[in-house]
């Protein structure tokens, strides 16, 4: 028997909004005094297409039962600063001189649409706006001086509302692409760079200073700015707000301000500039034309390092206006007139997928130490755009994963490191990368779960599932993998290719649906399986001539996340036609092709009946907000 239209392909431990469209995981934080877990994302009640009006919001215990509230913020009144839009941002809080956690919402008020970086940009059309809320999120009060007295940058081009729109040729060449996304917290790496360079202010303007980074960065000089910096026994807070320079590329912009909850943020210029659609290596996308949704954060390395990173969201890029989450790892510098500036020294993607708009957060402090820092990312419907007003919902987060710095030896042989790594120690041949993996808390849904292992995987029928793989292989290997969403007849079925010949994990889409729809392009990623000394034999038996590959795979409905050896994700959609699309199958081919002869060993475990995220909603319960 066929599902529900509501139901046929909806996911059921993700997070994701009650009905209609929803995008963007907006801001999400950790409350210490509650101890839960707070997620925001951008919802519209009006429809199943892209629209905006509000701020929808759920909390959690541990990641993964969730509880809906009431949205967060919603569209202001006609003539206000976010009458048309309150678009993404970020939540952060500080604590009260009386101990009080305040937490602080930033957001984008939108007063003029559209807004495209492909289009001219209007001034007054984004401003920053903020919402505050006394009562751990239970609820927020947005501030009566909205918007915040900040300017998007649009350099020597001013355009007045409402006026007749030229050809897009006759506009500034420094005009802006877009003003949006207000990603505010604490960066200490930061903080000690500008302390520094205001305690040497006084000296003069010609000391020496780092060069520029990767020839993709961007020049952004501008004139010297005097900062305002708080005193050493004050925490500064930095704003970056996404942005693009017209015909030059995306940018970053760079605020600070001594507490969130005041109008001093104050201007430290661009704190990174690319030159648009230029490519850190061949194989990653470009940079695009604008950013969106870009972050900062700091993470702790095993040998005591401190990393800074910054992910952004492209847009604009090539081909077919393409869209993606790149992340970089860098270094943070003063150029000679002491503005802050981002050095790009490793970049790689987040996921090779679907997943667009990138929310961080840290998880609860460990002893310490800073909490685990988590991301979210929102996954869009992959469906050709098609009518979903029977299905009544589209869009879904993706599940939260944990951002580490994942350490290996350099492989025996190289002169360098692999695609996305970065040496760390020459001495001791270490190298590092940005790790990936599924949020610890994750594990807590196979809570009471049905285990299938190995040989037993021929007998799983579901449409909601966790696999969790570890081989040991052969120098023969060629690929091997798991087809999922498979019919009893094999007409449909998807399949999860890790091509170890080819350096590539592939989602081979296909035969995943028989329905006209459906999305059938493959997803694809590179991937390279690290080598380790050849060894034939060993007194345990053979040894592999690589790394060992561990394979987690979540299937849950429609949507599939694949994630390999905690330093590749890729996310995706598939809209299987046939009810009996829910067998799994694992498959491996060598050379020669005979049964698992690329295989020393494998393990592989299975899990059916995850928890559901939403045991506690009623599909008929609405929210007062008008579309």
Not at 399 to 412: G, Q
Not at 496 to 509: A, F, P
Request: hydrophobic share 35%.
């Amino acid at each position: 028997m066929q599902k529900s239209p509501f139901n046929r392909w909806r996911p059921t431990f993700h997070v994701l909004a009650p009905r209609m469209w929803m995008n963007d995981p907006c801001g999400a934080a950790f409350i210490p005094e509650t101890e839960e877990y707070l997620v925001t994302y951008q919802w519209f009640t009006g429809g199943t297409k892209w629209g905006n009006n509000a701020w929808g919001q759920a909390r959690s215990k541990d990641l993964i039962r969730w509880t809906d509230c009431e949205p967060a913020i919603t569209l202001g009144p006609p003539g206000s600063s976010d009458s048309l839009g309150v678009f993404s941002g970020s939540v952060t809080s500080k604590l009260s001189p009386r101990g009080k956690r305040m937490l602080y919402l930033f957001y984008t008020s939108v007063s003029h649409l559209p807004i495209h970086w492909s289009i001219p940009y209007f001034v007054g059309c984004e401003s920053q706006s903020v919402a505050v809320s006394c009562d751990h999120g239970i609820s927020w009060q947005k501030r009566k001086l909205n918007p915040l007295p900040l300017q998007a940058p649009l350099g020597n081009k001013v355009i007045p509302l409402n006026c007749h729109l030229p050809p897009l040729s006759s506009y500034s060449p420094k005009q802006t692409t877009g003003w949006r996304d207000p990603f505010v917290g604490t960066w200490p790496s930061l903080s000690q760079l500008l302390s520094h360079g205001s305690a040497n202010r006084s000296r003069s303007s010609s000391t020496p200073s780092k060069s520029a980074g990767s020839p993709a960065q961007s020049d952004t000089s501008s004139p010297s700015i005097e900062i305002d910096f708080p005193n050493p026994t004050e925490e500064a807070y930095f704003m970056i707000i996404s942005s693009g320079e017209r015909n030059e590329g995306p940018q970053l912009q760079l605020y600070t301000s001594s507490d969130p909850g005041l109008d001093n943020w104050q201007e430290l210029g661009v704190l990174l500039s690319v030159k648009k659609q230029t490519k850190w290596n061949d194989f990653l996308p470009d940079f695009g034309v604008n950013f969106e949704c870009g972050s900062f954060c700091s993470i702790k390395a095993s040998d005591g390092t401190v990393r800074d990173y910054v992910i952004v969201g492209v847009e604009g890029g090539d081909p077919d206006r393409g869209r993606w989450v790149l992340w970089m790892e860098g270094c943070l510098v003063l150029d000679d007139k002491l503005h802050a500036k981002f050095e790009i020294q490793n970049c790689g993607r987040l996921d090779h997928g679907i997943f667009y708009s990138a929310c961080t957060f840290r998880g609860p402090p460990k002893g310490d130490s800073d909490g685990e820092l988590i991301a979210w990312g929102w996954a869009n419907e992959d469906d050709s755009d098609r009518d979903r007003s029977d299905q009544g919902w589209a869009g879904s987060l993706t599940l939260p994963r944990e951002l580490f710095v994942l350490t290996a030896k350099i492989p025996p042989g190289r002169s360098g490191v692999p695609v996305g790594w970065i040496s760390c120690n020459g001495l001791h041949r270490t190298m590092s990368t940005l790790g990936i993996r599924p949020a610890g808390q994750v594990e807590g849904l196979r809570q009471n779960a049905n285990l299938f292992e190995n040989e037993d995987l021929e007998f799983v029928r579901s449409r909601c599932f966790e696999i969790s793989s570890s081989f040991l292989l052969r120098d023969n290997i060629q690929r091997l993998g798991f087809k999922v969403r498979m019919s009893e007849d094999a007409r449909e079925n998807t399949t999860i290719v890790i091509d170890i010949k080819n350096s590539e994990i592939r989602v081979d889409r296909e035969r995943s649906s028989l329905l006209p729809f459906a999305n059938k392009l493959p997803s694809r990623g590179h991937f390279e399986l690290l080598r380790n000394r050849l060894t034939p034999t060993s007194r345990n038996g053979p040894c592999s001539p690589f790394e060992a590959l561990d394979v987690r795979i979540f299937v849950d409905n429609s949507l599939i996340e694949v994630f390999i050896n905690e330093r590749f994700a890729m996310t995706t959609r598939v809209y299987p036609s046939l009810s009996d699309s829910l067998r799994v199958q694992f498959f491996s081919e060598s050379s020669p092709n005979t049964p698992d002869a690329g295989l020393i060993s494998r393990d592989i475990k299975a899990w059916t009946d995850l928890v559901r995220a939403w045991d506690s909603r009623k599909q008929e319960k609405l929210f007062n907000v008008n579309p």
